[in-house]
């Protein structure tokens, strides 16, 4: 099985501030990674899909880069609005299979 | 507007069952996967199952295979999840969730992002 490595697990920074998230496969998985925002007590949000592709509607501070087995996540100005818990996922096709990063817990300095 | 809308939730005794319903509206549910996606309480995310829209595929994560059953009612845009022989490793929000696409091919199907979520049922297995 696909094992996902997210870093750091949790993250406090300044409103204004560049944020970052990394995601490491163990395993090359193309672009098959997304992202998701999980504010306390509310269920997952979509916001990166197929590593890289802004979901609708999603402001655009929000970005994701990288293929194979090194991906990240960027908050260019991080709102306070932003808190939250975020999770990368990766999918394998045959079987399907979805696996969740650990989680990185923003909150702000 | 897509809302999902998982019901069933409560407490149960280890061994025991329990049958969750997801209620789905505001799309054409029979042409798109769902899954369930759980997560036990300060935890983070763990995809349980996933069917294709026409239950023709099927799958569960290794944890609960042989446990659980994934099932749907697509004239009655539900989605359901019996879970039997339920251990307190178990505990968790159910969450209800769309699979933005659906890729078939040779009578196998897949998809990969889950764009809409529910709120969510808690299950607590617990003597």
């Known amino acids: 099985d696909i094992q996902m490595t997210q870093s750091p697990s949790s993250l406090s920074a300044s409103v204004g501030d560049r944020v970052t998230i990394t995601c490491q496969a163990s395993q090359d998985i193309s672009n098959y990674l997304n992202w998701y925002q999980q504010k306390p007590g509310k269920a997952p949000k979509l916001l990166i899909y197929d590593a890289s592709n802004l979901e609708t509607g999603v402001p655009s501070r929000f970005s994701g880069s990288g293929s194979g087995t090194d991906f990240t996540f960027t908050i260019s100005s991080l709102q306070p609005e932003d808190i939250a818990t975020y999770y990368c996922q990766q999918y394998d096709n045959l079987p399907l299979m979805y696996t969740f990063g650990q989680g990185t817990k923003l909150e702000i300095k | ?127």
């Open chain 2, 1 to 127: 507007e897509v809302q999902l809308v998982e019901s069933g939730g409560g407490l149960v005794q280890p061994g025991g069952s329990l049958r969750l319903s997801c209620a789905a509206s505001g799309f054409t549910f029979s042409s798109y996967s769902m899954n369930w996606v759980r997560q036990a309480p300060g935890k983070g995310l763990e995809w349980v199952s996933y069917i294709s829209s026409s239950s023709s595929t099927i799958y569960y994560a290794d944890s609960v295979k042989g446990r659980f059953t994934i099932s749907r009612d697509n004239a009655k845009n539900s989605l359901y999840l019996q879970m039997n022989s339920l251990r307190a490793e178990d505990t968790a929000v159910y969450y209800c969730a769309r699979d933005a696409w659906e890729y078939c091919t040779g009578g196998v199907c897949w998809g990969g992002v889950l764009d809409y979520w529910g709120q969510g049922t808690l299950v607590t297995v617990s003597s």
